[in-house]
């Protein structure tokens, strides 16, 4: 198909008709029936990709994608289709835990992450407060807390590495999954956790 | 069977068998998991998916494996109801992004350990442990002139 014909971004209904008239969309092939102009299957199925199309019927039925995509403004379809074709395809291929299992996955990265951070910052604050008890002269007696300085920031490095807190400990928001996951073991395998593509 | 097949029917339908408004027989591959109290677990998969779909991805599927997959299918159908445009596909994309923050922090978090050591490595061998700060330097996994 000629670059000119552009029927991968949300098209007009003169690309519609211009798609039909050279080759039916993979959703109007795959369903075999003709591709009428205005099908709003067109936009987002080219015929290159019958794939796409295939795993999105399998898992969702041609008429749910129809009702969703109806329900949603024009320029939100697009994304709207992309994210059902990785949901579909993840489904595909762990038919079990589609792809919850990323979402499983990708939580525990998370959690391991944030548990080394925790003990990198921890090494900080423990080099940071060995300094400070090298620096300090040594106090004549218990009494001498009361007279030391005012308390003040350990080190500069805090600011450097943007840890501007009083606790000296950066924790990431977390990200609030809207319901929590019912298991706590792997998945079906820790395989292509995040794989079809991240930037939606 | 009859008398059996009887008692099923007397006894409250799946969720499923309900919504879909047929019988729900001994055998229906919906009724372990769409209990008749928790109608809305089914609605939304059936708005997702739908029931035939669902059934298909069922059949498919060991016994032992069915409870967890619809589980994720439910939630990934709620997760699309409350956002149809990306499902639970945002939250993966949230997740990613969450990571790549993490691993800068880290990254930065574990240099600033390395160079503290360092410094008191070299404060400590100012007092006279030269000896000890190439040992630990050696043992050190990550080295400042490595980049």
């Not at chain 2, 800068?104 to 574990?110: G, H, R, S, Y």
């Amino acid at each position: 198909m000629p670059d000119g014909f552009c029927v991968y971004s949300p098209c007009t209904e003169k690309m519609a008709s211009s798609s039909s008239y050279n080759s039916p969309c993979a959703a109007c092939k795959f369903l075999r029936r003709k591709c009428m102009p205005g099908c709003i299957f067109a936009p987002y199925f080219p015929p290159e990709e019958p794939q796409k199309f295939a795993n999105v019927h399998k898992i969702f039925g041609a008429s749910n994608v129809t009702k969703l995509l109806n329900e949603l403004p024009p320029h939100q379809r697009e994304d709207a289709v992309n994210s059902l074709a990785y949901e579909a395809e993840a489904r595909v291929r762990d038919p079990v835990y589609g792809c919850v299992g990323a979402i499983s996955f990708l939580q525990r990265q998370v959690q391991r992450l944030q548990k080394e951070l925790d003990a990198a910052n921890s090494d900080l604050i423990h080099y940071a407060c060995s300094e400070i008890t090298t620096a300090l002269p040594a106090p004549p007696g218990p009494s001498s807390i009361q007279s030391m300085a005012p308390r003040q920031r350990p080190i500069d490095h805090y600011d450097r590495i943007g840890m501007g807190n009083e606790g000296g400990y950066y924790e990431a928001p977390a990200i609030p999954t809207p319901y929590n996951l019912p298991w706590n073991d792997n998945p079906s395998g820790e395989n292509n956790a995040a794989g079809g593509g991240s930037n939606m | 069977m009859k008398e059996s097949g009887r008692k099923q029917g007397a006894l409250s339908p799946c969720a499923a068998c309900k919504l879909l408004r047929r019988r729900c027989a001994e055998d229906c591959v919906f009724a372990p998991y769409f209990p008749p109290d928790e109608p809305h677990k089914f609605a939304s998969v059936h708005k997702v998916f739908g029931a035939s779909n669902v059934n298909k991805m069922l059949q498919e599927l060991p016994e032992h494996q069915r409870r967890d997959a619809v589980s994720s299918m439910v939630y990934e159908a709620n997760a699309r109801v409350r956002d149809p445009v990306y499902g639970c596909v945002g939250a993966i994309s949230s997740l990613q992004q969450q990571i790549h923050s993490l691993q800068t922090q880290l990254a930065a978090a574990q240099a600033e350990v390395v160079h503290m050591r360092m410094r008191q490595f070299s404060s400590s061998s100012n007092t006279g442990g030269a000896m000890d700060m190439a040992v630990d330097q050696a043992n050190m996994g990550e080295s400042l002139w490595s980049c």
